[in-house]
């Protein structure tokens, strides 16, 4: 099932989908946004897809449980998909323990509210949602984006969109054998004129940059996982065994499997 209401060509105001596998629930949660906000409503995660093929809500409120007839979860589809990724996503759940709140966040979720909710609670998370939204809308079409802090320092919008696409590229291709000469030439622009952009920035020099990424990557997944250290060394890109466990050592006084134990005996205390 899915259906929206309030959805007319005069009708500006915020469009938030629904989806959840209980109708009364639907009903409800639709009955009591509509005084505010236009509302489409589903019922499983193929109806909502559906949906989104020829809407744009301004946010979605989903089950976590919500599944397409494949089995994906609705969740996971919303945050793979280019075109929904961007959409702020409040997630419903039977599950209220700090464990399940901490992965439907991690899980790409802005807000977990578990069920029995207070809907005027719900009502609060959304308005807050949409209105910060409408508030970067704004201050994104107006003069004052022009400029950002970073580090205390006012940052103009081009260096802004410089590291954008310095980080990007640098998490893109964190488990490739790449350096400073394959981001100048993503870039765009020769070597030195980008080392000498670094270094107008305060940034780290790009090959070491590269590398600061690839050591909090590899740090990461020995906190979280149990992938082992050498396929750590190969999916983090480093160029050896050896190199890996000196800068590491280097960096913090210990091996990386010493590290990993430290953290995971620190997560069990």
């Not at 080392?195 to 305060?202: H, T």
Request: proline share 3%.
């Amino acid at each position: 099932m899915s259906r929206t209401f309030g959805d007319n060509q005069d009708d500006t105001r915020p469009l938030i989908l629904i989806v959840d596998r209980d109708a009364e629930l639907l009903a409800m949660l639709s009955e009591s946004m509509s005084a505010s906000y236009r509302t489409m409503i589903s019922q499983d995660g193929d109806a909502a897809m559906n949906l989104l093929r020829y809407n744009e809500p301004d946010l979605i409120i989903a089950d976590s449980t919500a599944r397409s007839a494949s089995g994906a979860s609705l969740v996971r589809l919303l945050k793979d998909n280019r075109h929904t990724k961007h959409i702020p996503l409040i997630i419903l759940s039977e599950k209220t323990s700090v464990k399940d709140q901490v992965q439907g966040l991690m899980s790409g979720g802005d807000a977990y509210l578990g069920k029995p909710f207070d809907v005027s609670y719900l009502q609060a998370v959304v308005y807050r949602f949409l209105d910060r939204d409408a508030f970067l809308k704004e201050y994104f079409t107006s003069s004052a984006s022009s400029f950002e802090y970073m580090d205390g320092k006012l940052l103009a919008a081009e260096d802004r969109e410089f590291l954008l696409k310095v980080t990007t590229w640098v998490k893109d291709s964190i488990g490739k054998n790449v350096g400073a000469a394959q981001m100048a030439d993503y870039l765009n622009i020769s070597t030195r004129k980008m080392y000498r952009k670094f270094k107008s920035l305060g940034l780290l020099p790009p090959n070491s940059f590269i590398n600061e990424h690839r050591m909090l990557r590899a740090e990461h997944l020995l906190k979280t996982t149990d992938t082992t250290v050498q396929e750590i060394i190969y999916e983090c890109g480093f160029s050896s065994r050896a190199r890996f466990y000196s800068e590491f050592e280097k960096r913090h006084g210990m091996t990386p499997r010493a590290f990993r134990n430290i953290h995971r005996s620190a997560e069990g205390s």
